[in-house]
């Protein structure tokens, strides 16, 4: 949107339906991100809910990105203390030795300095660089250290989806291992007590075509650990070739980090932040994903 549009509601309806039908070429996907990045006002009151319900004489308004807010991906949640942002597929969460500067991190810090030369980011948590979704970032060294330091209490979800090959698996599963890295960076499943523990638990929602797409949930959030575990059930994330996997539907990894509900140190708010379905998941498993 380059200018602010307003819209009067005629007929009740909720507010993702109202939009869809009021603003031209936008996709579903699109609303929803305006949604997200608090851009639309209903009487002036900013709104994220796309299933808020409107009522007759009520205004919805539609502001413009903020300038200097050019990020390459959507902000999900933004206060004084947290942001978070839907990390695309192929971007690492944080620099290395090879990619300085076109990291999460990198983009997100500029985004802020941008807008107050001030504010100061850092890192929470990581995802894998070719795994999109939920990534969250602090405002504050003393808020992340409260998140880093009781990250397991805190966190009450890490939800993921992934598409793998072969659909002969059990409805349910749990995967439990010790899991340790070579010499050349790939993580396994030790036989002894060498590692850190793993916990993965995972349920089938679709089979689909030679695939399955599962909802997996994290007890644990170590290195490559849902791709390690799936790839030694017999059943690598498709598009994994450092795992096994042999085929390549959505052209990536097909994980995706679709939720996070942690508990807030500051006040114990309960904050869940949830990610779109990539266009590779919707167009693999359209049914499944017709309601989100």
């Not at 399955?212 to 575990?229: A, F, P």
């Amino acid at each position: 949107m380059k200018k602010e549009t307003a819209y009067l509601v005629e007929a009740p309806a909720s507010l993702l339906d109202f939009m869809l039908s009021h603003v031209a070429g936008q996709s579903r996907n699109s609303v929803k991100h305006l949604l997200s990045r608090g851009q639309v006002l209903v009487d002036n009151v900013p709104q994220k809910q796309f299933d808020f319900s409107l009522a007759v004489g009520q205004t919805v308004t539609i502001l413009p990105q903020a300038k200097g807010a050019a990020l390459p991906f959507p902000i999900l949640y933004e206060d004084d203390g947290l942001l978070v942002v839907h990390k695309p597929t192929g971007l690492l969460s944080v620099a290395t030795d090879t990619q300085k500067a076109r990291t999460a991190y990198r983009f997100t810090a500029d985004y802020l300095r941008a807008r107050d030369p001030r504010v100061r980011l850092f890192v929470v948590h990581r995802l894998d660089r070719d795994t999109s979704g939920v990534l969250l970032f602090s405002k504050s060294e003393k808020l992340k250290n409260a998140l880093q330091e009781n990250w397991n209490t805190l966190v009450k979800k890490r939800g993921y989806w992934a598409a793998v090959e072969g659909e002969d698996l059990p409805d349910s599963g749990e995967c439990r291992s010790r899991l340790t890295e070579n010499k050349s960076h790939k993580v396994y499943s030790s036989k002894g007590s060498i590692g850190k523990e793993a916990v993965t638990r995972y349920t089938v929602l679709a089979r689909k075509g030679g695939y399955s797409l599962l909802d997996i949930e994290l007890d644990t959030g170590r290195k490559n650990q849902i791709r390690v575990h799936l790839s030694e059930l017999g059943h690598p994330v498709a598009g994994d070739d450092k795992y096994g996997a042999r085929t390549d539907p959505m052209r990536r990894l097909a994980l995706h980090a679709y939720e996070l509900t942690l508990s807030d140190p500051r006040d114990g708010t309960l904050h869940t932040f949830t990610a779109l379905p990539p266009d590779g998941f919707q167009r693999m498993f359209s049914h499944s994903f017709s309601s989100k």
